[in-house]
């Protein structure tokens, strides 16, 4: 069964301590993996999307990475405009075109 | 540039109760779909659409239906409003490429609603 487990739950960090977000799934046939942000009452923003495995994206102080197993993102010197929740989603390759979401990351930077 | 709208973005409703929950593209995307969002539970897939005209079950179909009549539209139906549909309602929409699927889906900013 395709499934998307996300740690930790939640993170507080303080203004530039970088640290890492853990994406683990199981999936047959990884078709792509894919980032989100969701701010409070939102619904989720795209990031980015990632293929195969040594895939690497970035964008400003997020940096996406992949392996067969997990994904990581990468924040480097947050700031508090970077608190939200970091949604991760895998499409597998059965050619249903379903996402399967994990639950989620709470990120809290503190100024 | 609205991408995904969905209204209402509120609705309190009572048990037994029917509503429609409206969904617009204006970025002509082949694929929609619909979402519910419980605290714990991540988002999970309602229904979906590969193109007008047609509909599938997600994950989680029972007490919903929906109907893709314009390529730009995507309604979700309650019909008998039971207190466990209490839930955030996201809808998204993506392209296609080919007949590859994996493109970003995009979201709209979701409809609160209540059941009492």
């Known amino acids: 069964e395709d499934q998307v487990t996300q740690s930790p739950e939640a993170l507080r960090l303080q203004e530039g301590e970088s640290s890492s977000l853990n994406c683990s799934y199981t999936v047959s046939g990884l078709r792509g993996l894919f980032w989100y942000r969701q701010d409070p009452g939102k619904g989720p923003e795209f990031l980015f999307t990632l293929y195969s495995a040594g895939e690497e994206k970035e964008k400003e102080r997020l940096k996406a990475t992949l392996t067969k197993k997990e994904s990581f993102l990468h924040i480097t010197a947050p700031k508090p405009e970077d608190s939200a929740t970091y949604l991760c989603a895998v499409e597998g390759g059965s050619g249903t075109y379903k996402y399967i979401f994990g639950t989620g990351t709470r990120l809290k930077v503190l100024a | 540039n609205a991408g995904v709208t969905q209204t209402p973005k509120f609705r309190v409703l009572k048990t037994g109760q029917s509503m429609t929950l409206l969904c617009a593209q204006d970025m002509n995307h082949e694929y929609m779909y619909w979402y519910r969002q419980d605290p714990g539970m991540g988002l999970r897939l309602i229904h979906y659409?590969?193109?007008?005209?047609?509909?599938a079950k997600g994950e989680v179909p029972d007490g919903y239906n929906v109907s893709r009549l314009k390529k730009q539209n995507f309604l979700l139906g309650l019909e008998s409003a039971a207190p466990s549909q209490t839930s955030v309602y996201f809808c998204?929409?993506?392209?296609?490429?080919?007949?590859?699927?994996?493109?970003?889906?995009?979201f709209g900013d979701g409809t609160r609603l209540s059941i009492l």
């Open positions: 659409s590969v193109g007008e005209g047609t509909t």
């Open positions: 998204a929409s993506s392209p296609t490429k080919g007949r590859s699927s994996n493109q970003p889906q995009h």
